[in-house]
């Protein structure tokens, strides 16, 4: 089942404001009883991650609604954070990508064996295998005796195809 990704109401412009200097969301108008003008909007979601906001019985992402107020558009497609930090809200650090881009720029799964992304460790071969993901499909780059040549092979292969989704 496809997940869908809410659309941002356009009234929330009228009950937030952005502020660029410290990434925040802040309450211009409340929304209910116990919010308070001035107080910063949303809260940490511990499954997820990202800030999330409540509006109107809704919970909405903090960085969907900050690129809806700074681009006066609704995001088309996912909005990636460059740093892979979810909190880090500073305009800057914000990006529209496509699933593929946001996927590329992960870090290093945590069940990597091999210590580098891009890289696993083949025993039968007592080798480095190098491989990238284009188009959802593993693409092989290479064989190497050390995990770092490996990584480097892959490296060059993501500055190549993934351009500054690269990480």
Known sequence: MRHTIAEIPREIIEYLSYNESTGDLT???????KTKIGDIAGSINNKTGYIQVQFKGKMYKA??????IKTGKQPVNL???????????YWDNLREATK?????NRFMNTNN????KG???????????????????SHHLGTYITPKEAHLAYCEAA????KEFAN
């Open 27 to 33: 309450w211009i108008k409340s929304p209910a009883r």
């Open 63 to 68: 960085h969907r609604i900050i690129w809806f």
């Open 79 to 89: 909005i990636d954070h460059k740093n892979n930090c979810k909190i880090d809200n």
């Open 100 to 104: 593929a881009q946001n996927s590329t």
């Open 113 to 116: 064996g091999s210590g580098y």
């Open 119 to 137: 890289v696993t460790y083949q025993k039968r071969s007592m080798k480095y295998i190098a491989r990238i993901m284009l188009n959802n499909k």
């Open 159 to 162: 500055d190549k195809y993934h």
